[in-house]
Every structure is written in structure tokens, then in C-alpha cells.
Nanobody, 117 residues
Framework: QVRLVESGGGLVQAGGSLRLSCAARPGNIVNANAAGWYRQAPGKQRELVATVARDGRTTYADSVKGRFTLSRDNAKNTLYLQMNSLKPEDTAVYYC??????????WGQGTQVTVSS
């Protein structure tokens, strides 16, 4: 069974940066249908932050465009989310998600990101 191990969350002041990591153990993220990050703030539904398809096309939520960057390190089998110019409204639990096939999806355990004003 594939596990997604997340790291990199924490507390940061508005305007600061964080980088989230998601490592697949085992599994090859580059071969997945899609991989990305979602987030869920208190009292709100989980929402897409960014995702990359097998062909490399990346999609971002409008709220993070120009501030967040999704990338993959194929050699390390790791997905990253570089978050710059963070805002208090970015505060949420961030979840890594990998869609291996149409019938098999894996979620990470979640990592808390808190942005203070």
C-alpha cells in the first residue's frame, strides 16, 4: 500500500514562505494520472490548490496563482509546493493527493499551515 509522507507545514507571518513536501513510499509519482495539493480551512470544504497531470500540465487555484509553485523531483519521487507571499487566508490543513489510476487515489495525512497577520 502506498503512503504519502508530508512535511514542511508550520507557522509563518504574512508575506513569508513555506515549502511543503510529499514523498510517495513506494510508488512513482511521475507515472500517476495526477498529483497535487488540496487544503481545508476550519468550517470549509476541502479545495484544490494545485495539481500536475501526467503530461506535466499544472493547474492552480485562482487564489494562489503567482504565489504558489508546484513541482516534482522525479529522482526523489517527491512532490513540492513552494508557497510565497503567504496570506492569513492561506491558513489550512494541506493534503497531498495522488491519483494513481481512475480507481486508486491516495491522500496524505495532512500538514498544518498557519499564517499570522
Amino acid at each position: 500500500q502506498v503512503r504519502l509522507v508530508e512535511s514542511g507545514g508550520g507557522l509563518v507571518q504574512a508575506g513569508g514562505s513555506l515549502r511543503l513536501s510529499c514523498a510517495a513510499r513506494p510508488g512513482n509519482i511521475v507515472n500517476a494520472n495526477a498529483a497535487g495539493w488540496y487544503r481545508q480551512a476550519p468550517g470549509k470544504q476541502r479545495e484544490l490548490v494545485a495539481t500536475v497531470a501526467r503530461d506535466g500540465r499544472t493547474t492552480y487555484a485562482d487564489s494562489v496563482k503567482g504565489r504558489f509553485t508546484l513541482s516534482r523531483d522525479n529522482a526523489k519521487n517527491t512532490l513540492y509546493l513552494q508557497m510565497n507571499s503567504l496570506k492569513p487566508e492561506d491558513t489550512a490543513v494541506y493534503y497531498c493527493n495522488v491519483v494513481w489510476t481512475t480507481a486508486y487515489t491516495t491522500w496524505g495525512q495532512g500538514t498544518q499551515v498557519t499564517v499570522s497577520s
